[in-house]
């Protein structure tokens, strides 16, 4: 069986985390979308992204292609409905296809030709950037239990002091010692040779990922999950940064999503509540404008291989592209493009050139190799974001 998994209609909405990467290959909980499904169905499985994108997540086509929108989380229900479809047939849910068995080299559309089967239970479905950081929480306590489902957790130093240690899972290699971990309100999950340092004071739901470092002194609150070789400091609640990023010190983020290869001043902070209370305007790719939400709390949505100077300071509900560097005092502007260099006193381009000096000396540092081929993605990326660019 060829499983693809394929970029939906939700892909323009979950920029800027989608510029780089396929929206399988998002983390939200512990893990990747990816790596959910292929748990839930126990096969693996491809990615259908987009054409600039596939020299770096090949594309293998069969005469029959099973294709998921992965922006639906799997159940153990859905993955059994998905492994027994037949030929044409579609699982729907309000008109937009979860999975579909076709001969078809393309993901389908609702059509007259399909057999198409409405889903009735719910599901967890990521329609926006936002909801990576609104829908993270629960999904981080369906994957806790997942992942550690008769599994026992490795040795707790007993220089912590622990609340609800039923809810807390160390894998092997970590370092936690006196720190104060409470699951009471959610699980924590602590990945393969993650640390926490002294004095840490962590609040579940939290996931660490693997090789993940909480600094001396960090308050970190619920719903938040620390990708990959992450370093964070300071203060964070319900914080999604998806791996190789830094925040190493004091300064605030809250109701944010962080991409990979970002950097986090000193002393930065990102407001997440405006100070009439009032609901907030956040950018929308697509519509090339600020929407109109219901939310009262978001912080800052950074794009990979964005970083800002100390100190800086973010308005409520920013956005911020891809390969940013931004400086300078005062609140820079809600929007910030792709490849912008400078902050509230004026922007102009991040030459492409300097920028991937940057990316490629920051991927060094941890024995990442910045290669062509993302280079070439990068060029085109640079190319599509130049008009909301305004030097």
């Not at 169905?41 to 293998?60: A, E, M, N, S, V």
């Not at 292609?65 to 639906?72: G, V």
């Not at 219901?294 to 920013?318: E, K, V, W, Y």
């Not at 280079?375 to 640079?382: D, G, K, T, V």
Request: aromatic content about 10%; overall charge neutral; glycine content about 8%.
């Amino acid at each position: 069986m060829n499983i693809l998994l394929f970029d939906g209609p939700e892909r323009g909405q979950l920029l800027p985390f989608t510029f780089v990467r396929p929206v399988a290959q998002l983390r939200v909980g512990i893990d990747l979308l990816q790596d959910k499904w292929e748990a839930y169905l126990g096969l693996k499985c491809g990615l259908y992204t987009q054409d600039y994108l596939q020299p770096k997540f090949p594309l293998t086509l069969a005469k029959e292609n099973l294709f998921i929108n992965p922006a639906y989380l799997p159940t153990t229900a859905l993955a059994k409905k998905v492994k027994g479809l037949n030929l044409n047939d579609a699982l729907v849910v309000n008109g937009n296809i979860v999975a579909c068995l076709t001969k078809s080299p393309h993901p389908p559309e609702v059509n007259s030709s399909l057999n198409c089967i409405e889903l009735t239970t719910s599901l967890i479905h990521l329609k926006t950037a936002t909801d990576l950081f609104l829908r993270n929480a629960e999904v981080l306590a369906l994957d806790f239990k997942r992942l550690t489902q008769g599994r026992k957790t490795a040795p707790i130093s007993s220089s912590n002091q622990l609340i609800a240690p039923e809810n807390i899972f160390l894998e092997e290699g970590t370092k936690v010692e006196c720190a104060i971990l409470n699951a009471s309100t959610g699980p924590i999950y602590i990945g393969k040779n993650a640390e926490v340092m002294e004095g840490s004071m962590l609040r579940g739901s939290i996931a660490l990922c693997e090789n993940a470092v909480v600094k001396m002194g960090a308050k970190i609150y619920g719903g938040t999950t620390l990708g990959p070789f992450v370093k964070v400091g300071g203060e964070l609640n319900n914080v999604l940064i998806l791996g190789y990023s830094n925040k190493g010190h004091d300064g605030f983020l809250g109701n944010a999503v962080i991409g990979e290869w970002c950097n986090i001043g000193a002393a930065t902070d990102a407001s997440n509540l405006k100070n009439n209370y009032a609901p907030l305007r956040v950018w929308n790719y697509e519509s090339e404008n600020f929407a109109k939400t219901p939310l009262q709390f978001c912080g800052l949505l950074m794009g990979d291989f964005s970083r800002c100077s100390i100190h800086t300071t973010f308005n409520t509900a920013t956005v911020v592209g891809i390969c940013a560097n931004l400086f300078g005092i005062g609140f820079p502007r809600t929007f910030l493009p792709s490849f912008s260099y400078g902050g509230a006193q004026g922007l102009k381009t991040f030459t492409f050139d300097k920028a991937m000096e940057s990316n490629a000396a920051m991927m060094e540092r941890r024995g990442v190799t910045l290669t062509q081929t993302d280079r070439e993605i990068m060029q085109y990326l640079f190319d599509q974001t130049a008009k909301w660019r305004k030097d």
